[in-house]
């Protein structure tokens, strides 16, 4: 186990090396970071000598140099728009996005699992066929189209829920947690809703035919022969084997709702790490967007290094490469 | 007898401090697109900095409604000689901090302008600030200077004795920082209505009435603002309509007919002074220097249209630069649309056959700005000019513009002077690099006859002189068809029913929260 965490953590930064390379060598292609921090009327003189004190006009090399000679002592830059370290800047909004992304994940899980087994075990019924209409439906829609939809119904004709924004915090040693307190708890309703909205439909297709398929297998069939109770063949027996495939989409889908986020963010005003990063976009704060990426890059080895974890948990069969 | 008095009490001390609280207490919820980048008023010039200044700084006069100018720190003014222009300043006005405003804060101040890499260039015709006593002040021009007064209204004098000294990293508190930690990013003492007493970049700023402000006849009644950016359109007005906030600013087009159809929600507009325009650059192209092409291409875009149909009327129709209320704004230039007159003059040209051209154009700089060039693409193929439209966000538009990678450029334009005679100067006076002028001349249009007007209006102090000369302009530019006028964006707010917005907005876009009354 040891010997795995170690090999990804030298993978990951490998990874995040890649990652800032890329990033600065686009970064020239966002934009200009001057034109937004200066008036519109500003000469080219004074936007000159701005470019030439933020160290801009260096070539290429010396600035990917500097950069990765920074990056190794902890300094990932400053940020143009909000002139603090770009670290500090990604470390105060990552909590409200990590909230979100968590609670879209319990919302996945609490709904997608029942109704996919019950959908699998009684396929026919009624309840089954809507849902699995409703997924369909469900997956077509783009996040940003059912947030506006959602705000719409329940924040304007409704009026029972708030449209934008955390709400009230709660400070613990520098992380704002939403999670504490009713108002936040209540502004988490609507985002984390419109983001598990693009994954739900998939899971509960998912955990169904999975699990419709292991129904079908030889052992399923000798478990009923042998006269076991039917809740501990579907939870025990079918269920467990249904969460391998489940749990291996999940960890690769995690990410996917971390880059979703973005979309989520930016509608509800939330202020997390997405939205931040759309807007650094806007304002061309590339120090901001290579750190950004860096951090996700970061962020998703750690989420396949768990889920491989869990995999070999669940599935003793399979090996961690590397554990002996 | 006892019980029954202490009953009275209670009963009377819950009515007296809850009607005390009910005229004091009023909290104004403001949403708008963005916040203020900064807490220093002199790091960066644009509209949300200026917005900032008039809550927490006070200048020395402001503009009022029908674009003539109030006193503010300064209650009275006139003019020494050709150069100089006294202010007699208000004795009892006092900064956040506890000091009192003199001339010397004014001075300090107008020093700090003209070391800030924004406002310097504005700021470049005032020689200096000379203290006549504690409060009274001359401010004298390089040369005779119309728009002294324009530019008095982006003096808020900062306080000279905060601002004074170094901070805890060794840096000196008045250094006007971009990029980094600075004293004055984080701190503030004005002299203006509100105090910040919170602020998280991007999510809020909390400011609160200053107890001790001098104009004691402010009507307005918010003792506390918040302030919270909501980038998305569509969100920001849910937010209005859902009752999270109660005010908006700006208001998207589309929404308006929502917010009036709404009850408990009210819509303010007014014709603005940001010009929307095409320039035809006649470097890369000859065809363009020809002028009944470039009039051919004004004949041919129905910017009326363009209003109606894709601004749904929230716009203002333009043939020339300035719009109504400027100086330089000519009633003869009226919007010209004739296909057929097009024709004719591309037929006179001959260019009969038309021609192809590239266009550029921002997708997220301008209300409906993608719709515009596509519009304005179509109509110019009606007279055989094929145009290959390339549309790109902002943060990569303005390099492309100045590169001129394109033969059409779209630009549009607010005057920081809000003076006619500034689009001039930027957008159609000919290039030149050590001047400065025609910095966005994408067209590469020169006339001499323009550029002598326009400098000898900078220091023509006669205003109907100065007005004759910028209508002059006016006229020669529709004349040539030197751009394309497309139209003025309106400027909009939105808020709850029962504040009177209609009093505290204006066309620079710096609605005066102070004032605000709120039923």
Redesign the interface.
């Given at each position: 186990m040891f010997a795995f965490i170690v090999r990804r953590i030298t993978q990951s930064i490998v990874v995040m090396l890649i990652i800032g390379f890329i990033g600065f060598a686009i970064k020239h292609?966002?934009?200009?970071p001057v034109?937004?921090?200066?008036?519109?009327?500003?000469?080219?003189a004074?936007r000159d000598?701005?470019r030439e004190q933020?160290g801009l006009n260096d070539p290429f090399l010396v600035q990917y140099g500097r950069f990765v000679y920074n990056a190794l002592h902890g300094d990932l830059g400053?940020s143009?728009?909000?002139?603090?370290p770009t670290t500090e800047v990604i470390l105060a909004k990552a909590p409200a996005t990590l909230e979100l992304v968590f609670v879209s994940a319990l919302i996945i899980i609490l709904v997608s699992i029942p109704t996919g087994i019950f959908a699998a075990i009684y396929p026919r019924n009624w309840f089954s066929r809507l849902t699995m209409g409703a997924s369909i439906v469900g997956v077509s829609i783009p996040v940003f189209l059912t947030a506006?939809l959602l705000?719409?119904l329940f924040?304007?004709e409704l009026?029972w829920l708030?449209?934008?924004?955390r709400g009230q915090t709660v400070n613990i040693h520098g992380w704002h947690s939403g999670l504490l307190t009713k108002d936040g708890l209540i502004h988490l309703i609507l985002p984390s809703i419109a983001l598990s909205s693009i994954m739900l439909p998939l899971f509960i297709r998912l955990i169904r035919s999975e699990m419709m398929e292991i129904l079908e297998t030889e052992y399923i069939k000798f478990a009923w022969a042998k006269g076991l109770r039917r809740r501990r063949i579907w939870l025990l027996h079918a269920f467990k084997n249904t969460l391998l495939p489940v749990i291996t989409v999940g960890g690769v889908q995690i990410g996917v709702m971390i880059a979703y986020t973005i979309l989520t963010e930016?509608?509800?005003?939330w202020?997390g790490m997405g939205?931040?990063f759309l807007?650094a976009?806007?304002?061309?704060d590339t120090s901001l967007i290579v750190a950004y990426m860096v951090f996700v890059g970061a962020l998703f080895v750690v989420v396949n290094t768990v889920v491989d974890i869990i995999y070999g948990l669940v599935n003793p069969t399979v090996r961690i490469v590397g554990s002996k | 007898m006892r019980k029954i008095l202490s009953f009275a009490f209670a009963v009377i001390m819950i009515f007296g401090f809850s009607a005390a609280a009910g005229a004091q207490s009023t909290v104004l919820k403001v949403?708008m697109d963005a916040d203020p980048?900064?807490l220093d008023p002199h790091v960066?010039?644009?509209g949300g900095m200026l917005q900032y200044s008039h809550m927490v700084f006070d200048p020395l006069v402001r503009w009022n409604q029908d674009m003539s100018f109030a006193p503010r720190l300064a209650f009275k003014w006139e003019r020494v000689d050709a150069l100089t222009m006294r202010f007699y300043l208000r004795r009892d006005v006092k900064f956040h901090s506890g000091n009192t405003l003199t001339a010397k804060d004014v001075q300090w101040t107008l020093e700090r302008l003209k070391k800030s890499?924004?406002f310097?260039?504005?700021f470049e015709p005032f020689e200096s600030a000379k203290i006549v006593n504690d409060y009274t002040i001359d401010l004298v021009t390089k040369k005779p200077y119309a728009l002294l007064l324009n530019m008095a209204t982006y003096i808020f004098p900062m306080d000279s004795q905060f601002y004074t000294g170094t901070d805890d990293n060794g840096q000196p508190k008045d250094a006007i920082?971009?990029?980094?930690?600075?004293f004055a990013?984080t701190h503030e003492s004005g002299t203006g209505p509100f105090i910040v007493t919170e602020r998280e970049?991007?999510?809020k700023t909390v400011f609160e009435r200053f107890g001790d402000y001098w104009d004691k006849n402010c009507p307005g009644n918010v003792y506390q603002m918040v302030l919270?950016?909501?980038?998305?359109d569509?969100?920001r007005v849910?937010?209005l309509?859902?009752?999270?906030v109660d005010f908006i600013m700006p208001v998207p087009p589309q929404d308006y007919e929502r917010i009036k159809s709404h009850i408990g929600s009210q819509l303010v507009a007014m014709s603005g002074s940001r010009i929307i325009t095409f320039q035809l650059n006649q470097k890369r192209r000859p065809e363009f220097q020809d002028p009944r092409v470039r009039q051919a291409i004004v004949y041919a875009i129905n910017n009326r249209g363009i209003v109606k149909k894709i601004m749904k009327g929230v716009a203002t129709t333009a043939a020339q630069q300035g719009p109504r209320g400027f100086d330089g704004f000519n009633a003869e230039c009226v919007p010209r649309y004739d296909v057929a007159h097009a024709k004719k003059l591309m037929a006179e040209a001959g260019y009969e056959n038309g021609f192809e051209c590239t266009m550029i154009a921002p997708n997220?700089r301008y209300v409906n700005d993608e719709k515009i060039s596509e519009a304005v693409v179509s109509m110019l193929a009606k007279i055989n000019i094929k145009v290959n439209l390339k549309t790109m966000?902002?943060?990569?538009y303005?390099?492309e513009f100045?590169a001129q990678v394109a033969d059409i450029q779209m630009i549009g334009w607010h005057p920081?002077t809000e003076d006619s005679a500034n689009y001039s100067e930027?957008l159609v006076m000919c290039p030149n690099?050590e001047t400065?002028y025609g910095?966005?001349n994408s067209g590469n249009y020169c006339n001499a006859r323009v550029d002598e007007l326009v400098l000898a209006s900078q220091s023509e102090t006669d205003l109907k002189k100065r007005s004759a000369m910028l209508q002059e302009v006016e006229k020669i530019l529709y004349d040539d068809a030197a751009f394309v006028p497309l139209h003025w964006q309106n400027l909009s707010w939105a808020g709850k029913k029962g504040m009177d917005i209609k009093a505290i907005v204006n066309v620079q876009n710096f609605p005066y929260f102070a004032d605000l009354v709120v039923k």
């Open positions: 292609e966002i934009g200009d034109r937004d921090i200066v008036g519109i009327s500003v000469s080219v004074e000598a701005l933020l400053y143009f728009f909000f002139k603090k506006i705000i719409y924040s304007v009026g708030p449209s934008y924004g930016t509608v509800f005003q202020q939205f931040m807007e976009v806007e304002r061309s | 949403a980048v900064s960066q010039l644009s890499q924004d310097k260039g504005l920082v971009k990029i980094g930690p600075s990013l970049q991007g999510v919270s950016p909501i980038k998305k569509a969100t849910a937010a309509l859902s009752g999270d997220n966000p902002k943060a990569q303005w390099d100045d920081d930027f690099k400065g910095q966005y």
